[in-house]
């Protein structure tokens, strides 16, 4: 009987032991109050209720990440996050070390972070890897259309804990996507102007893509998409000449393509095209461009304004 009751008593001290090792753990040793969160890969993450070392391996976390929280909270930040003309949370941004312009595996689990979120695109064996580590990973799909912007930003504010601030941003955006509405209603379809965003990534603005989705809420006409091309078509000189372009936009920021503008500027082949004969090609801060966070609609409204200078009138009427 007492070698069943020592069993007993050894058995329970052992089950404690595991219970106590599942999880994030404080310092002291308790294990503070965890949530559970829908991942993109289909697992159900265990996260901390307040993550204090967060750690996101996109450019685009970073910057909803900052909009959310103190800058203390991040254990490193993404290089592209601290260019003023990338970023519109750069200031923030520049308040976190290390920066990083890749995340191997080694290099992110010597950073101990008690969350990390990826983006769909990070390798799954990364993913894996952290997990494996005890690392609370948590994978968010990247959003390619603006409600997916939306969703992406209430998706990381709900993985943090921060939910108010998420939806404070998705009513922002909204009321953005208002004013849009108002401004473009007053513009007639054939006065719509087409608008040709290229990248040094080629194809990445076409048919498809955030960016041919945004131009629906400007009430531009995004060039790749009005002449039928599919997704990921890079922009060669013919089809450029078939878009015909009223606006040329090129992103501009530190360690830009310098030789993207010139491209367009001094190619003979393209003097005709009314984007080039109305001086119309315009660098636009990549922060707009590549807008993947909560000021979408600050950025559409801008590159609207760019368009329709008019409209700059009619909002403040």
Avoid: W
């Avoid at 993109?40 to 450019?59: C, F, M, N, T, W």
């Avoid at 995340?103 to 997990?131: F, H, M, N, Q, T």
């Amino acid at each position: 009987m007492n070698k069943k009751i020592g069993f007993f008593i050894c058995l329970m001290i052992l089950l404690c032991v595991c219970l106590t090792g599942c999880g994030p753990q404080s310092k002291d040793g308790v294990t503070p109050y965890i949530r559970y969160v829908d991942s993109h890969d289909g697992v159900q993450v265990a996260v901390p209720e307040h993550p204090k070392r967060i750690l996101s391996l996109s450019s685009a976390f970073d910057t909803i990440l900052l909009g959310l929280i103190e800058p203390e909270r991040l254990v490193g930040i993404n290089k592209l996050s601290t260019y003023e003309e990338y970023s519109l949370e750069a200031k923030r941004a520049k308040l976190v070390k290390p920066v990083m312009s890749s995340y191997p595996l080694e290099k992110i689990i010597a950073l101990k972070p008690d969350l990390v979120i990826a983006p769909d695109y990070i390798s799954a064996d990364v993913i894996s890897g952290l997990r494996h580590m005890g690392i609370a990973t948590v994978v968010v799909s990247s959003g390619s259309t603006v409600e997916g912007v939306i969703k992406n930003v209430t998706d990381v504010a709900h993985i943090i804990g921060e939910d108010e601030k998420g939806s404070f941003y998705k009513q922002k955006i909204r009321r953005e996507l208002d004013e849009l509405k108002r401004l473009g209603e007053s513009i007639p379809p054939e006065q719509r102007k087409t608008v040709l965003f290229v990248s040094s990534m080629d194809g990445y603005t076409g048919t498809g893509s955030l960016f041919d989705d945004m131009c629906k809420y400007m009430y531009v006409y995004n060039a790749p998409n009005r002449i039928g091309l599919p997704p990921r078509i890079p922009f060669g000189e013919e089809r450029v000449l078939a878009m015909n372009p009223d606006y040329i936009f090129i992103p501009s920021y530190k360690g830009m393509d310098k030789n993207l503008t010139d491209r367009y500027l001094l190619n003979p082949a393209f003097q005709n095209l009314p984007a080039i004969r109305e001086n119309r090609v315009k660098p636009l801060p990549a922060a707009y461009l590549y807008t993947m966070n909560q000021h979408i609609g600050e950025a559409m409204l801008a590159i609207m304004h760019t368009v329709y200078p008019q409209l700059e009138r009619n909002s403040h009427d």
